[in-house]
């Protein structure tokens, strides 16, 4: 027998350790259980302090990571302290051999102790390093999908894939590599330093001359390493940004016969990363020389002052041949102080561009005073609704028009008139500039979003589709247990349920990346099937017949009839014939409403509504003697 727990689990060393220690078998159900931390409790101005609170639930384990090093470092410097005593004192003075036995397991143990904790503490770093990253894939991903439609109107996809992969990775380097390395360098220095200062403070001091000019040739890379290294990610996001939108339409690339020109406009953004990695790395090797030189004039300094005051009696050969030893510990970190300062300065930029998107706000999908136990009635008044998105021109002007529960409302007019804005505007995809849309006589903005989208179901314009079975695409967002039974009858009032029968596969079939595998009208019904399997008491078509033929679309029509009963419903067409039998005709020009009324009406006054009915009716005439002519 197995029982299966759900956990919440925000610290992954205490999870690891429950997984192992543990006779209850953990299945991690759902990954998101890692990110219920909000990271955006760890936004500071100041980016050190933003990433050591990001670090939450592994801070202790990063600083036993750090102390671990400072114990590595200490036996270190101490195996140097020992063979200047062995030099000194034990070399050549025929003690015992106990004595030499002793000493050698003294180096013995030293050595175990410095590779033992250097092992521990690269897990260790590794492993917050690690968990953090997981985490922040995580938070992002969950958290993307959750900013409004402004946000993704706004931003490009490949800016937002590369941050959450490849500044989430420089992210990662800081923690595992660079922040651990400075510690390390820090550390190896100060108890360096101190052992020569205890040795001979003259010495101590020559070792450092150069450590302030080091700094400086640092600090001033590190401002210039900074912005290049800017520059380069948002090149990079701007190629995969191409690349990306070149994939999602390589169709059309190929119908325009395009590949020579996309190609050139690739090439153009290729060559601006190759160009600014050039200046990046022109930066990095130009350090490095100087550091080199800084770093090697140093090392001559200390050698010879040493070897001069052992000459003349100043300090033993025991305590020289340790110095050798140890001095090589504070050059060699100054060297790597740089490098790592320069290093760190990629990691805080992606830090600034993750946090970029942490900082935005989710859309509140909870928020609203309305949130009603059962089903909406679907009365809806629309009153002198005006919209404009973020702030620009009114898209949509002075709507006003009411319908009672279960009415459908058929909304008309021409391309960039502002159907899709005024559906859109009913499950809160956006919010209305002014005016009062009321749903049951409640204002719409006091209702949840979430409520909202619950009662509504919708056929977006351009249906998409999961690359997963058609069953898990027609059942997508539907929360309780769905029966077969349910799935087919949707399909079928969709008209796809034998097309998906004649697959070989069924509904297990699955759908290719973009549902590409099935044809345009097919995906249209797929969604139809899956907004109908969500039982809304709002309804949305919105234009979801475009690509199905004549015969389909009466068959769909004539089946929708049915399931539109109680429901309210808006269907946006282009088609005469799919809008003539809605209770409410609304024609649509430049965001208002010119014309509204149901089909008699509005074919016996003159209006873009006559007009747009001679011209389909003439068409299908046309249509009609040119079948008899061929049936003849
Ligand atoms: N628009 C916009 N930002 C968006 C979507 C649309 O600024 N995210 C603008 C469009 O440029 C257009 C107007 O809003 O001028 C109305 O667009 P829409 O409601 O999508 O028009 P539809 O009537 O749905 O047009 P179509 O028949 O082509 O679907
Ligand atoms: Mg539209």
Redesign the pocket.
């Known amino acids: 027998m197995s029982t299966s727990v759900r956990v919440q689990v925000y610290d992954i060393p205490l999870f690891r350790l429950l997984k192992t220690h543990s006779r209850i078998k953990i299945i991690v159900i759902n990954s998101r259980t890692v990110s219920n931390y909000d990271l955006k409790n760890s936004i500071s101005k100041n980016r050190m302090i933003g990433l050591w609170r990001m670090m939450t639930g592994f801070r202790l384990i990063y600083l036993a990571a750090l102390l671990g090093l400072g114990v590595a470092a200490l036996a270190k410097t101490a195996t140097y302290l020992l063979l200047r005593r062995f030099i000194d004192e034990i070399l050549g003075q025929g003690y015992p051999w106990q004595t030499l036995a002793l000493v050698a397991v003294g180096f013995l143990v030293l050595a175990l102790f410095e590779g033992g904790f250097t092992f521990l503490s690269g897990r260790w770093a590794a492993q917050t390093a690690e968990g953090t990253a997981l985490r922040l894939r995580n938070y992002l991903f969950n958290h993307i999908q959750r900013l409004n439609f402004t946000y993704h109107?706004n931003m490009k996809t490949g800016e937002l894939i590369q941050r959450s992969t490849s500044d989430v990775e420089a992210v990662r380097r800081f923690y595992a590599d660079q922040a651990i390395g400075l510690g390390r360098i820090v550390i190896l220095f100060t108890v360096n330093f101190i052992a020569i200062w205890f040795l001979s403070p003259q010495l101590a001091l020559i070792s450092v001359i150069v450590v302030p000019f080091l700094l400086i040739v640092s600090i001033f890379f590190f401002g210039r390493v900074s912005k290049r290294y800017e520059a380069y990610q948002e090149q990079d996001a701007t190629l995969s940004t191409t690349l990306q939108e070149n994939l999602s339409g390589v169709r059309v690339v190929k119908a325009f016969g395009r590949q020579d020109f996309e190609m050139e406009k690739f090439e153009v953004d290729n060559l601006e990363k190759y160009a600014r990695a050039k200046r990046l790395v022109l930066m990095h090797s130009l350090y490095w020389p100087s550091s080199d030189i800084l770093a090697g004039f140093q090392m001559l300094l200390g050698f010879v002052a040493g070897a001069i005051m052992a000459i003349n009696g100043a300090i033993s050969v025991g305590t020289y041949v340790a110095y050798a030893g140890m001095v090589i510990w504070i050059i060699w970190p100054m060297r790597g102080l740089g490098r790592i300062i320069v290093q760190m300065s990629t990691g805080l930029v992606s830090c600034d561009r993750v946090t970029e998107i942490i900082k935005e706000d989710e859309e509140p999908l909870n928020v609203g005073s309305h949130a009603p136990e059962g089903h909406t009635r679907g009365e809806l008044i629309f009153d002198d609704v005006d919209f404009a998105?973020g702030g620009?021109e009114s898209?949509l002007k002075g709507i006003r028009f009411s319908c009672r529960p279960g009415q459908s409302v058929a909304l008309l007019?021409?391309?960039?008139?502002?159907?899709?804005?005024?559906v859109n505007l009913l499950p809160r995809f956006y919010d209305y500039t002014s005016g009062s849309i009321t749903l049951d006589g409640v204002e719409l903005n006091s209702y949840t979003r979430k409520y909202l989208r619950s009662q509504i179901g919708i056929v977006e314009?351009e249906p998409f589709l999961f690359s997963r079975s058609l069953r898990e695409n027609i059942s997508y967002g539907v929360t309780h247990e769905v029966t077969d039974e349910e799935v087919y009858e949707a399909a079928r009032a969709a008209a796809i349920h034998e097309v998906i029968l004649s697959f070989p596969e069924g509904y297990d079939t699955r759908v290719g990346e973009k549902g590409v595998t099935l044809s345009g009208g097919q995906k249209q019904r797929i969604a139809i099937a899956r907004a109908l399997l969500r039982d809304p008491r709002i309804l949305i078509l919105d234009?979801a017949t475009s690509s199905v033929d004549t015969e389909t679309e009466s068959s769909i029509r004539k089946a929708l009839q049915h399931l539109m009963e109680g429901r309210t419903t808006f269907i946006?067409a282009h088609r005469i014939q799919s809008v003539m039998n809605a209770d409410l005709i609304l024609v649509?020009d430049k965001?208002e409403i010119v014309q509204s009324g149901m089909h008699e009406e509005l074919v016996a006054r003159t209006g873009i509504y006559r007009d747009i009915y001679d011209i389909q009716s003439q068409i299908e005439e046309e249509l009609e003697q040119d079948l008899e002519l061929a049936v003849v």
């Open positions: 109107d998105y620009g898209v007019g021409s391309t960039g008139s502002g159907k899709t804005s005024l314009q234009d946006i649509l965001g």
